[in-house]
């Protein structure tokens, strides 16, 4: 055999070798996730923060593979009427009404309406020429700068446009106050120009901090549509992924399944909030707020949850094309944004269009579990849900419990998949 004979059957072979890795992790099949012994660990662990007195009630439904795998409820709704926590609970799910926004977002983005790196005046003016807090004078005055560069649809996208919020700077405190810029009796119109008449907290795209953006988004979606927000997610959303127990306004016909809301005190006792405390979601206000104020049940959010992981498709109905899904799941956070409020508390993630983004495994067991590539998201009355793309899992956990139980959280994911060991 000659020479170049024996070259030949050598690269062959050695390009052979290459191939057969993947040919054999394609035929391997991936174990569930979710098995008996699983589910038996999840129930003992949401009964257990019932059993304790810690929460009231809680539910979880978890879908893989577009296959239901689990649901329970421990407790109840409401402790005081005795009436169960179950399936068709109605919750407020404050920030996780944040995603949906997000999605309502860019669906515009995908028709061409706004480039991500657009400046926000070029579409909301109020937001022009925009001025940075940097302290206070000897006589009180604030001293402002301007900013370094416009906000752009980016920053509001990833929560570093630098809105105001704080309410221990000297001088702009008081303004944030005098303000009252997510006050319900505004309409998104009203909430802008307020917010838009405050200086910036930081120059945009210096620091990750949580705040109003995505009530802008809400009004960037309103504008640019030409239909109350509210209207657009009904006819954009909710419409096609049959959620028709989310909303704003809960009518007087479902309130018997609407939870009450607990608050947890630092000794561990848990006072329910009385009900003309918390009217935002049975008195329809003027504003329609992007970053919060939805109520849903557990189904409901779970349709939305199906609809990203199966990367924007729901049965018939396409929400969003999968590249965008893969947009709004990748990082938008540089390394170089090294303040990041209490994000790194979520685990090892950065933040994507309106979801945190796992980057890494958890360094230690006391860190939240999750799988990289996860993306999710929760809300301040510490419900959860969580998209793992890697093994077609959703989550959904709903409880109305404060403040944000991050506890909860943690024991959750590590019953879902095993507390986790470094290495």
Known sequence: MNKTILALLSILLLATSFQQPEIAYKARKVPAIIDKSVKARIDATLKSFVDSGKIAGVSALIFEKNKEVYYNAFGHADREAKIPMDRNTIVRIYSMTKPVTGVALMQLYE????????????????????KVYKGVDAAGNLILEPAKRPITIRDITRHTAGFATSTNLPGLSDLVKQADVMNPANTLSEMAKKLAGLPLEFHPGEQWAYGPSVDVQAYLVERISGKPFDQYLQENI??????????????ASDRQKFAGMYRRSTEGQLTRVPDDENTYNIKNWPLKPGGFGLTSTLDDYMKFARMLVNKGKSGKATILKPETIKLMATNHLAESITERMWLPSKGQVGFGIDFAV?????????????????????????????????NEVTAVLFVQVMPFYGQL?????????GEYLPK
């Open 111 to 130: 028709k061409g309406a706004f480039q991500l790196d657009d400046p926000l005046a070029k579409y909301l003016p109020e937001f022009a020429d925009m």
């Open 238 to 251: 909710f419409n096609p992924l049959g959620m028709t127990n989310t909303r704003y306004v809960v009518p």
């Open 358 to 390: 796992r980057l890494r495994p958890p360094f230690t067991k006391e860190e939240n579990n999750g799988v990289v590539g996860e993306f999710f998201w929760d809300g301040a009355a510490s419900t959860l849900f969580w998209v793992d793309p890697v």
């Open 409 to 417: 959280h943690k024991r959750f994911r590590d019953a879902v998949y």
